[in-house]
């Protein structure tokens, strides 16, 4: 079962752009305070103060849905994309790290201009709703890329069903 667990956990790690990529030294966004102010698909207002990596894990998630059963339905309406079958040699887990990398980039990118490298808590970067909207359906297809590569490992582990 930690076997298992270990390989659920390292396909996430590398489906998530900050793990990929940094920025001057900023550790993957850990060393970068944001404060991600929203409005969900139904109105609502939604803030949440983080790190750029920690918004990246959980709240640009969390903004789209009230639980990940939900945002995983709709995510679940798509068929999944097709990718790579295993095995996963090291010159296609590469492919897959740069492929990811490139949403890390792109994730800086969208930052607002002035963006600092690294700063405290006290001092965050405000991320406006343009944001959120702006990386929406990268983000949806990174988490279902994620899920077919996930899928295609345990299924190449276990058998398919």
Same mark, same amino acid.
């Given at each position: 079962m $930690? #076997? +298992?667990k270990l !390989? !659920? %956990?390292l396909a996430g790690d590398l489906e998530q752009p900050l %793990? #990929?990529?940094e %920025?001057? *030294?900023d550790? *993957? *966004?850990n060393r970068l305070h944001v404060i991600l102010h929203a409005k969900r698909s139904d109105g609502t207002s939604y803030t949440r103060a983080s790190t750029f990596h920690s918004m990246? =894990? =959980?709240s640009l998630v969390d903004l789209q849905a009230y639980s990940w059963g939900s945002y995983a339905d709709s995510l679940d309406a798509d068929p999944l994309p097709t990718v790579d079958a295993p095995p996963y040699d090291d010159a296609r887990v590469a492919a897959w790290a740069n492929d990811t990398h490139a949403l890390g980039i792109r994730a800086y990118q969208l930052l607002p201009a002035g963006t600092p490298d690294h700063n405290d808590s006290s001092h965050p970067v405000e991320i406006s709703n343009d944001y959120a909207v702006a990386i929406k359906a990268e983000l949806d $297809? /990174? +988490? !279902?890329? *994620? #899920?077919a590569r996930l899928k295609a490992? +345990? /299924?190449d582990a276990f058998g398919s069903s």
């Open positions: $930690r #076997a +298992l !390989v !659920v %956990h %793990h #990929a990529s %920025h001057n *030294g550790q *993957g *966004g990246w =894990d =959980d $297809r /990174e +988490l !279902v890329k *994620g #899920a490992i +345990l /299924e």
